[in-house]
Nanobody, 115 residues
Framework: QAQPVESGGGLVQAGGSLRLSCAAS????????VAWYRQAPGKQRELVAV???????DYADSVKGRFTISRDNAEKTVYLQMNSLKFEDTGVYYC?????????WGQGTQVTVAS
């Protein structure tokens, strides 16, 4: 089952760090590209970071230099290391696994950054 499960969210002070995890119990985890999205209250969901099945990464301009996405195919997990967090990073963070017609979303994990 490729349904991803996010974890690691919480409340953190501005300037702090969190590491989010996205795990999926599928035997073919390595073929999926994985993206992190976030949605703040009253705003549209936005792409934060993506890592493809070759390990190539890309980031939204707003998080470049602060967030790092990585994957461990043996653990079937993708991580989002978030440093120097800002109030505007607050939102629900969603993990998305995709490959061609296959597209799976997690339920999200809340990140709240206190200013």
């Amino acid at each position: 089952q490729a349904q991803p499960v996010e974890s690691g969210g919480g409340l953190v002070q501005a300037g702090g760090s969190l590491r989010l995890s996205c795990a999926a119990s599928t035997s073919i985890f390595s073929i999926y590209a994985v993206a992190w999205y976030r949605q703040a209250p009253g705003k549209q969901r936005e792409l934060v970071a993506v890592i493809n099945n070759s390990g190539t990464t890309d980031y939204a301009d707003s998080v470049k230099g602060r967030f790092t996405i990585s994957r461990d195919n043996a653990e079937k997990t993708v991580y989002l290391q978030m440093n120097s967090l800002k109030f505007e990073d607050t939102g629900v963070y969603y993990c998305n696994l995709y490959n061609g017609p296959y597209d799976y979303w997690g339920q999200g994990t809340q990140v709240t950054v206190a200013s």
